[in-house]
Structure formats: structure tokens, C-alpha cells
């Protein structure tokens, strides 16, 4: 439950709907299936598999199974946990900030105009919105210091059935607004010619990003696990919920952009600018869009836990701090690295890294750069490196059926090595 809560969040409600409507819609979401369904699944049973045959986070479980280099495939987990979260953060407090702007009827309009400028002006503020990222910050530490396993686990067993039901009602309320189906031909009916070296480094960024895989997350999830536990039938349940999820939000908000007129690559605002929207078309909508934004930071919480337990794992597991000391450092650290992500959409917005302004170009480097390279050296890992000891962690010594085992084998010593690889160079 606690890797399903880390797959599920943002990157499921923010992010895939505008990535989807950034890279040409359903030949994107069509990509984007076929990579989760085979380099996801397999990636994630190797993290899975690593982390509970070591007990350890990440740098350690490189060190005791095999050492040597291969603990610096830790260290870069360890570095992509700071570098997402310290972004993830500011988005979240987002997502908390408008709860408040929900409440006090401020979105209660659907024009786009004016979304678009509440937006705008509310995220290049100076402070309030690093007042937020800073107050979701304080919560994370607050849930890693009292530990992962008790209050994660509870949450997302209520809470991500609440948010899924939910999205299923915004996305009838969607699909039912006049215009809304050119959004669903958008999202659904392929136009495979407007696929570009953009929209596969694009599809496969997003796949790792949205099931927390390649810096060690669900590695360090998987030490946490006994032997009892069947790890494939886990890997297959969190892939589908979290796909499930993703598909939902892009089936409320695409349809939703194309009714309201909204621009479908309006990049990080989107499903902020285009909720409102829907909500204000509902009865009762300020009540769904008070719900609606609850949920969404509770489903980041349980994600920006999974990036701050690797780092927090790492310092008390390798260097022997206090868990409390750990994640107070960590947080504080990555709190202070978020403020110019956060900056970077108001009064910094003129200082760009490679034509990209500060939050996005800390995702493009951990997402598009680090994830992958951290998916690439956890499949050859597993395929080369330990693979029988893998198989055997993976069945928990036989006790589970893996028919597909020599396809998983094939697709992490060789698919996934080489597909990832071409895709990340030819992305940059
Ligand atoms: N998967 C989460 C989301 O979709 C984000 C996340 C949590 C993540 N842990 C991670 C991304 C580890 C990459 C690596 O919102």
C-alpha cells in the first residue's frame, strides 16, 4: 500500500495531463502504455528485488551485494531524491494553497482568463507559495521521523480508493461539458505522425517519474518487506493502480481543456487553471474542489515520503545519524533547494538552464536524465550482475509462479539497457 501511495501523486494529476497534452495526446499515452507495461514492471521487480534481498537503502544494498563501483549507482538516487523532491515540494504546496483558494470561493469561475491569471499571479509571488512549500515540507519530515510503515500505510488504503473515486465523478462531470469530445479524440485516437525524439524521451521520463522508479525509492520500500511477500503480484498491483490513476486524470482534464478552450500544452498550470473550471460547472462544486485538492496533497504526501526516506535511509543506515537528525537535515536542505524552483515562476522566471526556467529544468535533470540512467543500471544489475539470486528473491525461493521470468531476464539484460539508453541520449 505504501509503494502504491508513492506511485500515485502528482505525477499522476499534474504532471501526466500536461505531459499528454504537451507531446500530442494519444500517440504519447499510447508510448507511454507500452513502456510502463514492460521496462516499468521489470524495473520496478529489480528495485523491489534489490532492495529486499539487502535490507538495505540503496547505496548500502549496491555495496553488500556486489560493491565496488556499483555503489555510486546509489549515491545517484541518493542526489535524485533531493533534486525531485526539493521541485515536488513546491508543486504540492500548490496543491495545499489552493485548497484555501477553494474554500474561499477565489476559483469559483470558468474562464479561462481569469484561471489563467490567478494562477499566474499567485505562483509569481515572492512568498506565499514558499510559504506552502515550506509548510508541505514540515508535514513530510514530520511523517518520516514518526516512520513509514503505520501512518502511510493507513492513509493510502482510504484515502487513494477516496481520490480514484472521486476523479471517476469529475471525469463524467468532463466528458459530459459541450466540446468536451474533441479532448477525447485528442487523448485517445492516435495521430502517430506527430511522434517525435521529444515525445519518447517525454513518454519514458514520465514512466519512471510516475512509479517512483530509478533513484531507489521502492528499493528502499522493498527492504522494509518480509520474504512472505509475492513481489511480482505487488509489482503487477502498483503498476495497474497507478496507470489507472493517470489515465483517469487525463480523461478529466484533456476533455475539460478542449471544452473551456484552455491550450492543452500550457505546461506545469494546466491542471490547476483547468479544475477550477470543471468544478465551477458542478453542484456542490466548491465542496469537490475542497475535496478534490485534500486528496491531492495527501497522494503527494505519500509520495514525497518515499523520496526523503532514501535520503533519511541513507544517512541513518551508511553514516549512522539519528533518524530525526536525518530528516530534519535532509528536508531543511531540499526545502532551501526548492526555493529558486519556486521563485523561478515569478521574479526569477528570466534565469534559464538550457532554455528551461529553474523548476523545469530541475525536473528535466532529475527525470529525463537521472531516473533513467538509475533504470538503466538497476536492469543490467539485476540481468548481469545477480540475476539467479534475483530469480530466486523475486519467487520468494520458489513459492511464487513466474512464468514470464526469461522475458523479465531478457528485457532487463537487454530491452531495457538499450531502449532507455537510446532514448536518453537521443533526448539530449
Ligand atoms: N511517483 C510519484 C508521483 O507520481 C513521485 C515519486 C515518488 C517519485 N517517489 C519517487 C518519482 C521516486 C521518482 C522516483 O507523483
Redesign the pocket.
Do not use: C, E
Given at each position: 500500500m505504501a509503494a502504491s501511495g508513492?506511485?500515485?501523486?502528482?505525477?499522476?494529476i499534474w504532471?501526466f495531463p500536461y505531459m499528454a497534452g504537451e507531446n500530442g495526446g494519444a500517440a504519447f499515452f499510447i508510448i507511454y502504455l507500452a513502456l510502463v507495461f514492460t521496462i516499468g514492471l521489470s524495473v520496478m521487480l529489480c528495485e523491489f528485488v534489490i532492495g529486499r534481498a539487502a535490507q538495505r537503502n540503496p547505496v548500502g544494498a549496491y555495496g553488500i551485494l556486489k560493491g565496488g563501483a556499483w555503489k555510486y549507482v546509489g549515491f545517484l538516487g541518493v542526489a535524485?531524491g533531493f533534486i525531485?523532491l526539493s521541485f515536488?515540494s513546491v508543486v504540492a504546496g500548490w496543491a495545499i494553497a489552493y485548497i484555501f483558494k477553494s474554500v474561499s470561493g477565489l476559483l469559483a469561475t470558468s474562464d479561462p482568463a481569469a484561471l489563467g491569471a490567478l494562477f499566474k499571479n499567485f505562483t509569481a509571488d515572492p512568498w506565499e507559495p514558499i510559504l506552502y512549500h515550506g509548510i508541505f515540507m514540515a508535514l513530510t519530515v514530520a511523517v518520516i521521523i514518526g516512520g513509514v510503515n503505520g501512518g502511510i500505510e493507513r492513509t493510502s488504503k482510504i484515502l487513494m480508493p477516496l481520490l480514484f473515486l472521486l476523479l471517476v465523478v469529475l471525469a463524467v462531470r468532463s466528458l459530459t461539458l459541450p466540446g468536451a469530445m474533441a479532448g477525447l479524440k485528442f487523448y485517445l485516437a492516435p495521430d502517430f505522425s506527430k511522434v517525435t525524439g521529444a515525445t519518447l524521451n517525454g513518454a519514458l521520463s514520465q514512466a519512471?517519474?510516475?512509479?517512483?522508479?530509478?533513484?531507489g525509492?521502492l528499493m528502499t520500500y522493498g527492504s522494509y518487506l518480509s520474504r512472505s511477500v509475492n513481489l511480482i503480484k505487488t509489482t503487477m498491483l502498483i503498476t495497474l493502480c497507478?496507470t489507472a490513476v493517470a489515465f483517469l486524470a487525463g480523461l478529466v482534464i484533456l476533455p475539460a481543456v478542449f471544452a473551456f478552450s484552455f491550450d492543452p500544452s500550457a505546461g506545469p498550470g494546466l491542471v490547476f487553471i483547468t479544475l477550477p473550471a470543471v468544478f465551477a460547472k458542478m453542484p456542490l462544486g466548491i465542496v469537490f474542489a475542497v475535496l478534490f485538492f485534500v486528496l491531492l496533497s495527501i497522494a503527494?504526501l505519500t509520495?514525497?515520503v518515499?523520496?526523503l526516506e532514501v535520503v533519511v535511509a541513507y544517512f541513518v543506515d551508511e553514516r549512522g545519524w539519528q533518524r530525526r537528525r536525518a530528516a530534519t537535515i535532509g528536508g531543511g536542505v531540499i526545502f532551501l533547494l526548492g526555493i529558486p524552483s519556486s521563485l523561478s515562476l515569478g521574479v526569477w522566471s528570466g534565469f534559464t538552464i538550457g532554455g528551461k526556467e529553474f523548476l523545469s529544468a530541475m525536473d528535466y535533470v532529475g527525470?529525463n536524465i537521472l531516473?533513467p540512467v538509475g533504470g538503466i543500471a538497476v536492469s543490467l544489475f539485476v540481468g548481469w550482475v545477480i540475476y539467479p539470486r534475483a530469480l530466486d528473491e523475486a519467487t520468494g525461493g520458489g513459492a511464487h509462479r513466474f512464468q514470464l521470468a526469461p522475458v523479465w531476464r531478457f528485457i532487463c539484460r537487454y530491452v531495457a539497457p538499450i531502449a532507455v539508453g537510446w532514448i536518453l541520449v537521443s533526448g539530449l
Open positions: 508513492s506511485a500515485v501523486g502528482l505525477g499522476n504532471k535524485a525531485i515536488y519512471f517519474f510516475s512509479l517512483s522508479l530509478g533513484m525509492a497507478d503527494a509520495s514525497s518515499s523520496l527525470s531516473l
